[in-house]
């Protein structure tokens, strides 16, 4: 609190984001303005995390997801994101397809982290991403896409898995990687505008 030395961005952490996104400095010491305002003690909740997500979702309900996404990034489990797991949040989440981002979403669907999907795992996430779809979009979409436990069964058909199954990360993410459909299945990107 009030301390000046908090104040800078260390080149180290610039450095290491800098390698790891896809941001420029510029962006990344806007980032970090914006979240010392928000945040001055330089970490995020999960209530915030929260928030600003309903800010980028405006017309849906992310709050789930964003809660599962936060999961995800505190790793050390200790409620809060430091502003380098933030932003390495945001990259991961909002960039195309590498495999980074694949494993990132395969620690997002093994919510009890135990090394491996189960379909109840499958049908948790996918029913957090399909509140974030608008409500007019949903309406919109296939027929064996438009609830949550299709868009569950129809992962789990793709893998060929039973029930009791339990899919692994290398089958994860070597499948999704294979077949964009299922790849839509797995996240939610807004239509841009
Ligand atoms: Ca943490
Ligand atoms: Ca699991």
Request: with cysteine.
């Amino acid at each position: 609190m009030g301390n000046s030395k908090s104040g800078a961005l260390s080149k180290e952490i610039l450095e290491d984001l800098k390698l790891n996104t896809k941001y420029s400095e510029d962006e990344l010491c806007k980032w970090y303005e914006s979240f010392q305002k928000q945040c001055p003690d330089g970490r995020i909740s999960r209530s915030e995390f929260e928030k600003i997500y309903a800010n980028f979702f405006p017309n849906s309900d992310p709050k789930v997801y964003a809660r599962h996404v936060f999961r995800s990034f505190d790793t050390n489990d200790d409620g809060t994101l430091d502003f380098r797991e933030y932003i390495i949040a945001l990259h991961l989440t909002s960039t195309g397809k590498t495999n980074l981002k694949l494993e990132w979403a395969f620690a997002l669907f093994d919510v009890d982290r135990n090394g491996e999907i189960s379909k109840h795992e499958v049908l948790e996430i996918v029913a957090a991403i399909f509140k974030m779809i608008p409500p007019e979009e949903q309406k919109t979409l296939p027929e064996d896409e438009n609830t949550p436990q299709k868009r569950a069964d129809k992962l789990w058909a793709y893998f060929n898995k039973g029930e009791t199954d339990k899919l692994a990360e290398k089958e994860f993410i070597e499948g999704v990687t294979k077949n964009d459909a299922i790849m839509r299945l797995i996240q939610y990107e807004p239509k841009k505008k």
